[in-house]
């Protein structure tokens, strides 16, 4: 599967790489953005689900190539809009695009807050060029032989879903000016089904309805295929949350901790606050929020959400959507690209914690 | 015509506020937001040049609403990313999107810098939410009985504009980092193209392919009234130029000399600088950038602006575009629209100088 997904990755990066409308961008430096997050590569999840669930739906993969490059635009543009939002300084280990913009300013001799406010101001330009190429890229398909109907439905849908998106976008921010005990699990769940799972149950839809030619989304293949990938995104966002705090440092990519650091409402940190006696919850919620924790406090914390049962509360749950994610899957016919997808399945939601 | 543009504000106004895409938006203070701009009402030029040029090429103006309705939303959503961007505080005589939602953060008891933060952060997501919104309505053209091939190329071709409106707003932000000497007028009069002109030769141009069923663009009325548009919105922008130095301050809107204050590069300061003798250039450069300016001083610099020959030069550009505009205009039939888009040229361009 990891072999296929590196094909499909290639096939998206040429196909952007040699697309004309960034040229359209003005200045230079605001252009070279628009292609820059694009182009950086990344794992190319979201185009895999397009290609391989138009495959598993019984349709040809070239036809479902223009939707699939035009999903990964528009998770891009997201991506250079909340790192602006988050003030993040990374993006996959090089500067996020506003720092990137920044430093260009301050290298042409623009002072401190002025550069960095020139490299916001430039970054958010991006991302609303990348926002109207994705769109372009998509009405492509009308070129690729998908007729009209489709293409106009699929466009719409894309926009409804992209106002899904930056309502999680804007959930999340909003919660995290709020106080952890007056959020809910489940607003932490719903804000993940719309800031991770409307895209990737657009994308897994999107394929389905191009190779069923199903304007209305309506077919059980597409119902099926869009209902996995949501499930399959809220299952690895829970994952991602016991990760934050159980997962090895190494392979996971963000320090262990940072969610601590940062106070923020994971669903397994509200269910440890939740289920924590009274007498306990002040003293947890004052260990939160720390700029560093040392091995020891960490696993102090670990052992509390352990015995509360918050940690098996989460995995819980996440292996409930994964197992439901599968049993959408299976409702399609075998075929190659089915495996292929409970693969891409396991990959995302066996991570080891 | 006043009338006329009235009426088909109220109808656009109708429209955008049934719209059912805002309520997607979350939580309650972004779907306001997203609401907010495109509601609070304005002249409506572009449905007008939509709907007009529409009727104007034969066709029927129902059919023309969504895609006027969609240039409006368009149009806002770049204005709510432009105020960020130029840190403005008012706008239509309310507070600008950004300072709106500041309010509401401090409100609810978010302090100072945090506040200011929170407000520019869901205001980059209103603006997102709102070209996909503007996308939306678009798309909708096709439930009105529009040809779905057209629909497609419509929107394929309002990404491209978008482009080019980005460019323009990151080029005129580009500038006015740059040394006055080393801007061009042509480069001034390209980016007003780009700012300004793009979305006017779009609704113009879409207003003839909705009554033309013409998905390529390439109707001869279709041209004309493009190209009027571009040209008006040009000749609207020196207009503006000049108004900002000799208009009359209070039927102008803002301060006259804030262009001055700002050392923006418009092209009635340029050609100024151009035609000064060197000795006199370092002088003149040097009364730009003030916080203020007393009557008598704006008096001195209109007439070194007068003796230059730098006013005669912008209005006579100014015309000359204007001329050509209506020269477009009237390779259509007579009718009442080609009267009322004749009347809208001479509202735009006859202001008072």
């Given at each position: 599967m990891l072999e296929e997904l590196k094909q499909l990755a290639a096939r998206v990066t040429t196909l952007l790489g040699s697309d004309p409308f960034p040229a359209l961008a003005e200045p230079d430096i605001l252009r070279a953005a628009v292609r820059d997050y694009p182009?950086?590569?990344?794992?190319?999840?979201?185009?895999?689900?397009?290609?391989?669930?138009?495959?598993?739906?019984?349709?040809?993969?070239?036809?479902?190539?223009?939707?699939?490059a035009a999903c990964e635009v528009f998770h891009n543009w997201t991506l250079v809009h909340d790192d602006i939002i988050d003030a993040d300084d990374l993006r996959r280990n090089f500067p996020t695009c506003?720092?990137?913009?920044?430093?260009?300013?301050?290298?042409?001799?623009?002072?401190?807050?002025?550069?960095?406010?020139?490299?916001?101001?430039?970054?958010?330009?991006?991302?609303?060029?990348q926002q109207a190429w994705a769109n372009f890229v998509l009405l492509k398909l009308a070129d690729t032989g998908a007729p009209p109907e489709l293409v106009v439905q699929l466009a719409a849908d894309l926009q409804k879903m992209g106002a899904k998106l930056i309502a999680g976008e804007a959930l999340d921010v909003e919660m995290s000016r709020r106080d952890l005990a007056k959020i809910s699990v489940e607003e932490v769940e719903r804000m993940y089904a719309l800031k991770t799972g409307a895209l990737f149950e657009f994308c897994a839809a999107a394929g389905a309805r191009i190779a069923l030619n199903d304007a209305a989304g309506?077919?059980?293949?597409?119902?099926?295929?869009?209902?996995?990938?949501?499930?399959?995104a809220v299952a690895f966002q829970l994952k991602d949350d016991c990760l934050g705090l159980f997962g090895?440092?190494?392979?996971?990519?963000?320090?262990?901790?940072?969610?601590?650091?940062?106070?923020?409402?994971?669903?397994?940190?509200?269910?440890?606050?939740?289920?924590?006696?009274?007498?306990?919850?002040?003293?947890?919620?004052?260990?939160?929020?720390?700029?560093?924790?040392?091995?020891?406090?960490?696993?102090?914390?670990?052992?509390?959400?352990?015995?509360?049962?918050?940690?098996?509360?989460v995995r819980n749950r996440a292996s409930e959507l994964a197992a439901a994610a599968r049993r959408e899957l299976v409702t399609l016919p075998e075929s190659r690209h089915r495996t292929l997808l409970a693969e891409l399945l396991d990959y995302l939601l066996n991570r080891e914690v």
């Open positions: 182009l950086r590569g990344g794992k190319r999840l979201r185009p895999a689900l397009v290609v391989w669930a138009c495959c598993a739906a019984g349709g040809d993969p070239e036809k479902a190539l223009c939707a699939a506003h720092r990137q913009l920044e430093q260009s300013a301050q290298r042409a001799g623009v002072a401190g807050a002025a550069a960095g406010k020139f490299g916001r101001d430039f970054a958010i330009l991006t991302g609303d060029c309506a077919h059980p293949f597409t119902r099926a295929l869009g209902k996995m990938a949501l499930e399959a090895n440092q190494a392979t996971f990519g963000k320090p262990v901790g940072s969610d601590l650091s940062e106070r923020k409402a994971t669903t397994l940190i509200l269910h440890t606050l939740e289920r924590l006696p009274a007498a306990e919850r002040a003293g947890f919620e004052l260990k939160l929020g720390q700029p560093e924790y040392s091995p020891s406090e960490l696993d102090e914390i670990r052992e509390i959400v352990r015995r509360t049962g918050a940690l098996e509360l």
